[in-house]
Protein backbone atom coordinates (compact mmCIF):
# COMPACT_ATOMS: atom_id res chain seq x y z
CA UNK A 1 0.00 0.00 0.00
CA UNK A 2 1.22 3.28 -0.92
CA UNK A 3 -0.31 6.43 0.15
CA UNK A 4 0.26 9.97 -1.46
CA UNK A 5 0.17 13.46 -0.35
CA UNK A 6 0.46 16.65 -2.94
CA UNK A 7 1.23 20.06 -1.78
CA UNK A 8 2.11 23.11 -4.21
CA UNK A 9 -0.28 24.22 -6.31
CA UNK A 10 -1.59 27.27 -5.76
CA UNK A 11 -2.72 30.76 -7.90
CA UNK A 12 -0.26 31.92 -10.12
CA UNK A 13 0.26 34.85 -13.21
CA UNK A 14 1.12 33.70 -16.49
CA UNK A 15 4.44 33.35 -16.88
CA UNK A 16 5.13 32.35 -13.41
CA UNK A 17 7.11 28.96 -12.12
CA UNK A 18 5.36 26.70 -9.13
CA UNK A 19 6.72 23.59 -7.57
CA UNK A 20 4.72 20.54 -6.90
CA UNK A 21 5.36 17.70 -4.43
CA UNK A 22 4.64 14.46 -3.84
CA UNK A 23 5.18 12.74 -0.78
CA UNK A 24 4.95 8.76 -0.33
CA UNK A 25 4.38 6.42 2.40
CA UNK A 26 6.06 3.16 2.31
CA UNK A 27 9.33 1.02 2.03
CA UNK A 28 8.95 0.43 -1.74
CA UNK A 29 8.63 3.39 -3.37
CA UNK A 30 11.90 3.46 -5.35
CA UNK A 31 9.97 0.23 -6.95
CA UNK A 32 7.35 2.22 -8.47
CA UNK A 33 7.15 4.54 -11.57
CA UNK A 34 5.54 8.21 -10.69
CA UNK A 35 4.00 10.08 -12.49
CA UNK A 36 1.95 13.51 -12.91
CA UNK A 37 -1.54 13.15 -14.21
CA UNK A 38 -4.12 16.81 -14.42
CA UNK A 39 -7.52 17.31 -14.88
CA UNK A 40 -9.55 20.77 -15.60
CA UNK A 41 -13.22 21.08 -15.22
CA UNK A 42 -15.31 19.27 -18.18
CA UNK A 43 -12.32 17.30 -19.45
CA UNK A 44 -10.49 13.84 -19.09
CA UNK A 45 -7.12 13.32 -16.66
CA UNK A 46 -4.10 13.57 -18.57
CA UNK A 47 -0.80 12.82 -18.04
CA UNK A 48 1.80 15.84 -17.65
CA UNK A 49 5.05 14.06 -17.08
CA UNK A 50 6.12 10.50 -15.86
CA UNK A 51 9.51 9.03 -14.29
CA UNK A 52 10.61 5.22 -14.63
CA UNK A 53 12.15 3.33 -11.14
CA UNK A 54 15.94 4.16 -13.04
CA UNK A 55 14.46 7.53 -13.50
CA UNK A 56 14.22 8.20 -16.67
CA UNK A 57 11.53 11.18 -17.43
CA UNK A 58 8.71 11.36 -20.18
CA UNK A 59 6.63 14.37 -20.89
CA UNK A 60 3.51 15.14 -22.53
CA UNK A 61 4.39 17.47 -25.46
CA UNK A 62 2.37 20.36 -23.10
CA UNK A 63 4.88 19.83 -20.33
CA UNK A 64 8.57 19.84 -22.51
CA UNK A 65 10.56 22.13 -22.33
CA UNK A 66 8.68 23.79 -19.26
CA UNK A 67 8.06 21.37 -16.67
CA UNK A 68 10.48 18.82 -15.09
CA UNK A 69 9.82 15.94 -13.18
CA UNK A 70 12.12 14.14 -10.80
CA UNK A 71 12.39 11.81 -7.95
CA UNK A 72 14.33 11.19 -4.68
CA UNK A 73 14.04 7.91 -3.67
CA UNK A 74 15.89 8.46 -0.50
CA UNK A 75 13.27 10.72 0.53
CA UNK A 76 10.01 9.22 -1.32
CA UNK A 77 8.96 11.92 -3.15
CA UNK A 78 8.55 13.55 -6.55
CA UNK A 79 8.44 16.68 -7.64
CA UNK A 80 7.45 18.65 -11.06
CA UNK A 81 9.35 21.87 -11.37
CA UNK A 82 6.58 24.52 -13.90
CA UNK A 83 7.72 27.36 -15.52
CA UNK A 84 6.51 29.74 -17.61
CA UNK A 85 3.08 28.56 -16.85
CA UNK A 86 0.11 29.19 -19.31
CA UNK A 87 -3.80 29.86 -18.30
CA UNK A 88 -4.66 26.55 -19.82
CA UNK A 89 -2.21 24.84 -17.46
CA UNK A 90 -4.87 25.43 -14.98
CA UNK A 91 -6.07 22.10 -13.57
CA UNK A 92 -6.03 19.76 -10.76
CA UNK A 93 -2.96 17.64 -10.47
CA UNK A 94 -2.48 14.33 -9.13
CA UNK A 95 0.64 12.22 -7.90
CA UNK A 96 0.28 8.41 -8.80
CA UNK A 97 2.07 5.55 -8.47
CA UNK A 98 2.70 2.39 -10.97
CA UNK A 99 3.96 -0.36 -9.37
CA UNK A 100 4.31 -2.49 -13.53
CA UNK A 101 6.63 0.60 -14.57
CA UNK A 102 5.96 4.14 -16.67
CA UNK A 103 2.48 3.36 -18.23
CA UNK A 104 0.60 6.95 -20.05
CA UNK A 105 -2.89 5.54 -19.52
CA UNK A 106 -4.32 6.85 -15.94
CA UNK A 107 -6.51 3.58 -15.73
CA UNK A 108 -3.00 1.96 -15.75
CA UNK A 109 -1.68 3.46 -12.45
CA UNK A 110 -2.12 1.65 -8.50
CA UNK A 111 -2.25 4.05 -6.51
CA UNK A 112 -3.38 7.95 -6.48
CA UNK A 113 -3.10 11.19 -4.74
CA UNK A 114 -5.55 13.41 -3.82
CA UNK A 115 -4.57 16.07 -5.92
CA UNK A 116 -3.49 20.03 -5.70
CA UNK A 117 -5.44 22.57 -7.68
CA UNK A 118 -3.16 24.84 -9.60
CA UNK A 119 -5.06 28.04 -11.11
CA UNK A 120 -2.51 30.41 -13.43
CA UNK A 121 -4.12 33.54 -14.12
CA UNK A 122 -3.60 35.72 -17.62
Known amino acids: QVQLLESGGGLVQAGGSLRLSCAAS????????MAWFRQAPGKQRELVAGISRGGTTYYADSAKGRFTISRDNAKNTIDLQMNSLKPEDTANYYCAANRAGYRTNSRDYDYWGQGTQVTVSS
Open 26 to 33: GRTFSTYA
